[in-house]
């Protein structure tokens, strides 16, 4: 018997779909990775029956019924329907992977959690009826998550490496160091030095510092570092400039309520 | 008769369709709009200047460059910085690989097996190997472009407000057209299956509108043009839209004269095709249409046709820019009060922003107009008209036939709600 080939679904919730691109970009290595794998869902390639039309006439499979090995979810759910796609998903997979900031740290949608998002659809629209606007959470406050892989949007690359191992039973977590190791292999111009507001010291790497080498601060699209000493960085950046300036910047991918923490000591 | 799609697979984002049809009449034709709001301006207001860029760049992955630079000009405009000669060469180079990279992707991906009637790009891949490969040549060469000029392929970088952050090297832009000729074949290989494609009939008379120019193929800057007369700047374009919202829609409409109206490729070509490069202009004539094109099917052929006219372009400014030395000419920014509007040509079309910044930079008040908002009621009259001519067909046929339509506009839904 040919061994079978892994199950995968690629979904996405709202969103701009960049970490779907990301894949697409990839070209002829996707193509690649697409014959190594059944591909049970992925709207951008196949125009078949899939998980939206299911759960739209309420088709729900048996609890302990596994469609999936694999299935990878981008986005934040904001509409019910997002919400009923993502859980009917995770029962459907075996592992589930998180794609990109917004799924993971809830992206440029939660920005709006720091404001009165009463105020903030109220700006954008006149009649709200209908119109969901629940506070934005990251999707493993839904369901359990596997395997994260971050960035806004997701590396292609470091995309394939994991999804390679998880092919041959392999959950591979991404080495833990900070954006500062790759820029200061590729001697990047450090932008912490010339006093802008760079998060690369307390930001979880793997980016190849990409933003670095077009002298861009990192944002911290991917996350904080485990175990980063975070209060050192933050207190080293307030000495610079106002507490609004840096709690603004890390608001932008949704890792100031990851630091409360820190943040809030100094509030006391 | 109830027409019912529960969703629409192939397109940017998530809609369905529904239509209702009485004694052949057709009395409801509706694409049901299933993505959240992410409710980007709101999230704006407020907060500091440059990170609209920023920002909306992550409205759609497939036009962050559009975004990007739209709110960067609007800013621009607002704070009263007019950008280098170098810098707008660059802009419109990473804009051109922008429109390269999302039409092939709709193009060969998305839109062209409905014309094959395949359900499933893998089967496309393996009917196709050599158009395979010849459409990844060519959203290679726009990747390439973006993430040379723009440091990323999705959601850029480099540019900034008043210029670029960091610039392409000489080798790095050379580079770029080192294997031109492999490119150049790919695009005629793509052109000449796309000619083989028989397109359905369907004319409804509309309004193109898109930005044109005396000088050439507008998309960087232009003023608002359409068939119909119509020339007018982008700033007062923007001002007379109204923004409809009505409950349960999270897109507005976008009402200008009372009439629907179409954006994107076909609009460009309708209102701009004298301005076509060479052998873009050659093969369109190929297809001996009188213009303007009233069949929307034909958006198809002109984005094969741009995705010609944009490989010649950007090779014209890479050309140029090679022979410059290209320096660092960013402009200072002072920051003061002021509003403007901004508009390029997003792969779909027209992409208005508009900015109002209090004295210390912080976003007061901004509009973002997205050709899918602007297209989408142009797209249900145009279902309306259409419907009829696929009701005796079987229903799986009938919603084939409705969702090839459909994708034909190459609606972003993402955009369209933002």
Not at chain 1, 6 to 15: E, G, K, N, Y
Not at chain 1, 154 to 180: H, M, S, T, W, Y
Request: proline residues 4%.
């Amino acid at each position: 018997m040919p061994s079978k080939k892994p199950r995968v679904a690629i979904v996405s919730l709202t969103s701009c779909e960049g970490c779907q691109f990301a894949l697409f970009d990839l070209g002829e290595k996707f193509l690649n990775f697409l014959k190594r794998v059944k591909i049970e869902e992925f709207r951008l390639i196949e125009d078949e029956i899939g998980i939206e039309e299911e759960i739209k006439k309420n088709k729900s499979v048996p609890k302990d019924k596994i469609q999936y090995d694999f299935s990878f979810v981008e986005g934040s759910p904001i509409t019910e329907e997002d919400l009923k796609i993502l859980k009917e998903l995770r029962i459907r997979s075996k592992k589930l992977i998180v794609l990109g900031n917004c799924a993971a740290l809830g992206g440029i949608p939660e920005i709006k959690n720091y404001q009165n998002k009463e105020k903030t659809i109220r700006y954008v629209y006149k009649n709200l009826e209908g119109i969901a606007n629940p506070e934005i959470k990251e999707i493993d406050n839904f369901v359990k998550v596997d395997l994260t892989i971050p960035g806004c949007p997701i590396d292609g690359e470091e995309f394939l490496r994991i999804a390679n191992d998880l092919l041959v039973g392999k959950l591979v977590k991404i080495p833990q160091r900070p954006v500062c190791y790759e820029c200061q292999l590729k001697e990047y111009e450090c932008l912490l030095q010339k006093k802008e507001l760079c998060l690369g010291p307390i930001i979880l790497g793997g980016c190849q510092a990409i933003c670095l080498k077009s002298k861009m601060s990192c944002f911290g699209c991917r996350g904080i570092l485990a175990g980063a000493k975070s209060e050192k960085l933050l207190n080293l950046i307030k000495k610079q400039r106002s507490k609004e300036d840096l709690e603004e910047t890390l608001e932008i991918f949704g890792i100031k309520d990851e630091l409360e923490d820190v943040l809030g000591r100094d509030r006391e | 008769m109830k027409i019912r799609i529960d969703h629409i697979a192939k397109i940017e984002g998530h809609a369905g369709f529904v239509a209702s049809i009485l004694d052949g009449n057709v009395r409801k034709a509706k694409i049901e709009i299933q993505e959240g709001a992410k409710l980007i301006e709101g999230i704006l207001i407020g907060r500091r200047f440059w990170e609209a860029p920023i920002i909306t760049a992550r409205i759609c992955g497939l036009c962050p460059v559009a975004h990007n630079l739209t709110a960067l000009k609007a800013l621009e405009a607002a704070l009263g910085i007019k950008v280098s000669n170098q810098t707008i060469m660059l802009r419109k180079l990473m804009l051109a690989g922008q429109i390269i990279h999302s039409h092939s992707l709709h193009l060969f991906f998305l839109s062209l097996p409905d014309f094959f009637n395949l359900e499933n790009d893998l089967k496309l891949i393996k009917k196709y190997p050599k158009e395979t490969k010849a459409a990844l040549r060519i959203r290679n060469f726009g990747t390439k472009i973006i993430k040379t000029i723009g440091g990323r392929i999705i959601h850029p970088i480099t540019s900034e407000i008043g210029g670029f952050k960091k610039l392409p090297s000489k080798n790095e832009l050379l580079n770029l057209i080192r294997n031109y000729e492999e490119v150049w074949d790919s695009a005629l290989i793509l052109s000449k299956l796309f000619k083989k494609i028989k397109c359905p009939k369907f004319e409804r008379k509309t309004e193109y509108i898109s930005l044109g120019s005396k000088k050439e193929y507008a998309f960087y800057d232009g003023a608002i043009t359409s068939n119909q007369g119509l020339k007018i700047s982008p700033e007062k374009f923007e001002q007379n839209i109204k923004e409809i919202q009505k409950p349960y829609q999270v897109v507005k409409e976008v009402d200008y004269s009372g009439k629907t109206f179409m954006v994107g490729a076909l609009s460009r070509i309708n209102n701009n095709y004298q301005f076509l490069n060479q052998e873009a202009k050659k093969i369109w004539e190929d297809f001996n249409q009188k213009i303007p094109v009233y069949n929307i099917f034909y958006n198809i052929f002109a984005q094969a046709i741009e995705i010609i006219h944009f490989i010649e372009e950007s090779k014209k400014i890479i050309d140029r820019l090679s022979k410059m030395k290209l320096k660092d000419e960013r402009k200072r920014i002072k920051i003061k009060t002021g509003r403007s509007t901004g508009a390029t040509e997003a792969p779909r079309g027209t992409l208005y922003h508009f900015y109002s910044l209090d004295r210390e930079g912080r976003i007061l008040d901004c509009n973002i107009i997205t050709p899918t908002a602007q297209f989408l009621t142009n797209l249900e009259e145009d279902l309306r008209a259409y419907l009829p001519n696929v009701l005796s067909l079987p229903s799986s046929e009938r919603k084939r036939k409705i969702k090839a339509f459909i994708r034909a506009y190459d609606p972003c839904i993402s955009c369209a709600v933002h």
